[in-house]
């Protein structure tokens, strides 16, 4: 018997992992297969961040889970800015009814180079407690200095979550 065209794909995994692992999963195999490394302008940097947080929210909310349980931040660096030149620094993306304090945030920056999206993710459903709290990145930039930063931002934010970011 053959199979309606627009019938979903089930996939083996699905079954062996937690909702919020799938929406993950799903979320991640989205991602371009290459990166173009350029420099973003701040509405394309604030409008790429918006937009992927708001489909992540939505594939958490259409699994069944809870979409506050998911964060973003978008992890810049501002070269050119006197007293600033090493340091990796992040934007908290609050919920959509608060998102002028961001863009404001935003839009003040000095001359930043836009390098991803930490979005952080909790997990109700996993019994172990080190698989809660999950950091993964979305990059912007594919060079070996962008993906050291957003690795950092992303190590201190398993290490103290918000309260360790540069907000």
Not at 39 to 54: C, H, N, P
Not at 59 to 66: F, H, K, R, S, V
Not at 93 to 102: A, D
């Amino acid at each position: 018997m053959l199979e309606p065209q627009n019938a979903r794909k089930i996939n083996p995994l699905d079954g062996m992992m937690t909702r919020a692992q799938v929406v993950r999963r799903k979320f991640n195999a989205s991602r371009p297969r290459t990166i173009q490394n350029r420099v973003l302008s701040k509405l394309e940097a604030m409008a790429r961040t918006m937009e992927l947080f708001d489909k992540l929210r939505s594939a958490m909310a259409a699994e069944g889970l809870n979409k506050e349980d998911v964060l973003a931040h978008l992890v810049f660096v501002q070269p050119q800015t006197p007293g600033l030149e090493d340091k990796v620094r992040t934007a908290f993306l609050p919920s959509p009814e608060k998102i002028g304090t961001f863009v404001d945030k935003i839009m003040a920056l000095d001359n930043p180079v836009f390098l991803g999206v930490l979005f952080g993710q909790y997990d109700h459903e996993t019994d172990k407690e080190d698989k809660k709290r999950v950091a993964f990145l979305w990059p912007f930039r594919a060079d070996p200095k962008s993906e050291r930063a957003l690795l950092a931002a992303r190590r201190g934010f398993v290490r103290g979550g918000n309260k360790a970011l540069d907000n």
